[in-house]
Nanobody, 114 residues
């Protein structure tokens, strides 16, 4: 059974930073990708970033490139999303997703005030 525990969300002013963490059990980091998705009110869920467990390569949605950084610590079964220069439009529920769409955490709220 894949278990996902997300942490690090909260309320921050525009221009600020947050770091999301996701601890995963029952999932082999070395063989698969893992990433973050988000869903804003009234919008569809979108992929934010994914990182490959095989070679460490990563992808980002255009709106966060240069501001967000994904990383993983395979030994700790943890993936991080460092979010800098946050904007109000980044406000959403963020979901950790082992397999980048295969499994889901319960989500964590990130709110960016103007």
């Amino acid at each position: 059974e894949v278990r996902v525990v997300e942490s690090g969300g909260g309320l921050v002013q525009a221009g600020g930073s947050l770091r999301l963490s996701c601890v995963v059990s029952g999932f082999t980091f070395d063989d698969f990708a893992i990433g973050w998705f988000r869903q804003a009110p009234g919008k569809e869920r979108e992929g934010v970033s994914c990182i490959s467990g095989v070679d460490g390569s990563s992808t980002y949605v255009d709106s966060v490139k240069g501001r967000f950084t994904i990383s993983s610590d395979n030994a700790k079964s943890t993936v991080y999303l460092q979010m800098n220069r946050l904007k109000p439009e980044d406000t959403a529920v963020y979901y950790c997703s082992p397999g980048c769409g295969a499994y889901w955490g319960q989500g964590i709220q990130v709110t960016v005030s103007p």
